[in-house]
Each structure stands twice: as C-alpha cells, then as structure tokens.
C-alpha cells in the first residue's frame, strides 16, 4: 500500500511540473503583445520623477522609502504600477527611451527581437535625481520576448543597487515573469530580489484585489 501512495505522488508532482512552462520567445513575445506591445504612453519630453500618494514615499509599517519604476508601452504596465502606489505609497517614475519604439506591431517585435540579440541598452530619456534615498524599489516591465525590455536592462545598470530590495512585477499574455527574475538576480548581485508578480495585460485593470493581497504577502501595503 505504501508503494501504492509513493508512486502516486510522484505521479502527481511530475503532471504539476509540466503544466508549469513558460512561454518564451518568438511565442512569448506574440502572446504578451497582445497585453503590452502596443503604443499609448505620453512622448518621452514628459519623462519625469512624480511624487503620488504615500507619506513622502514611506511605508508606515517600517519607514522605508519606497520607489515604484516601470517601463509601459501600451499602458498596461503603467497602470498596474499605479495601482502599487494607491497601495504602498511611494514615488513613482517612468522609465522611457529617448527613441520610443514603433506603433506597428511587426516593428516593434522586430526592434525588441534586434535589441536583445544585440544585448543593446536603449538611451534613457531621464534619471532618477537620488537613488540612494530608496530602500524598496520596484521595478515594472511588460515581457518581451521571455524577460525584460532591453531598456529595463539598462536602467538596472545605470544605478548603485547594492544593499536595496527589488520587487519585480510585470505584465504579459501567456509568459508570466519569464527568465526576468533570473535576468535581474544576475544584474544585481547584491541587491535582495523579492518574487516578482506577473499579470496578465487584458486583466490588469481588474485585478486590483490580486495586487492588494500580492503585496500584503510580502508586507508592503499601508
């Protein structure tokens, strides 16, 4: 009876761990363009650090300070970082590229693709004054092509990280977080990377409560 049960539960894990995937590449990127792919942010002149909610970005529980960045095409992103700010409070900024990228689907597949073959790092339109005043940065992408916009990657870089919490969470069609928490982990050595959240584009707007209870697990709401 016990090898009854051994084998059984090994059955069972076995059918978790392939139902688990993750869609990556060319399929990925497809999928997630649906959610975040397409144009509809502000042009990059209005890049800026925005002060929102919060109590001068910090959290009552534990008075550390806190800053929300993300990179948004279509706007999804965008919106679900505004939804962490009604939450946790904090400031938010807007990572963007001086060049902004193609409104046409097949173009700005074929930039984003170019872009990480070339391990390139898009210009950025505008810094954050002070980052060593943060202790809890998140940091929000859409999924392209299995991780983060080429631009993230360059944000990430452009900054002492060292000793600070990344929360990663982004938004996507079918990819969930991707190879992204492995591709920051390796950026940022010595940062504490915390599990990232992924939702996905087409349900951003409605799943505040999901967010909410995200950020509680993790201790972040006010």
Known sequence: MNYIYTMLFFAAVFMVAACGGDKSGA?????????????????????????????????RSDNKKILIAYFSHSGNTKNMAQQINDYCGGDIFEIKTISPYPSDYGDC??????????????????????????????????????????????????????GKTIVPFCTH???????????????????EVLNGKPVRGSR???????????????????
């Open 109 to 162: 597949v074929d930039q984003a693709k170019k872009e990480q073959n070339e391990n390139a790092r898009p210009a950025l339109a505008s810094n954050v004054e002070d980052m060593s005043v943060y202790d809890i940065v998140f940091v929000g992408y859409p999924n392209w092509w299995g991780t983060m916009p080429m631009a993230v990657f360059n944000f990430l870089e452009s900054y002492d990280f060292n």
């Open 27 to 59: 399929a990925g990127y497809a999928a997630q363009s649906a959610g975040e792919a397409a144009p509809g942010d502000s042009s990059a002149s209005e890049m800026r650090l925005k002060m929102q909610g919060g109590q001068n970005g910090t959290l």
């Open 173 to 191: 069609e079918g990819s969930a977080m991707g190879r992204s928490e492995r591709d920051i982990k390796q950026l940022l050595p010595s940062s």
């Open 204 to 222: 951003v707007k409605s799943s505040g409560e999901d967010i909410k209870s995200w950020l509680e697990g993790l201790g972040f709401c006010k």
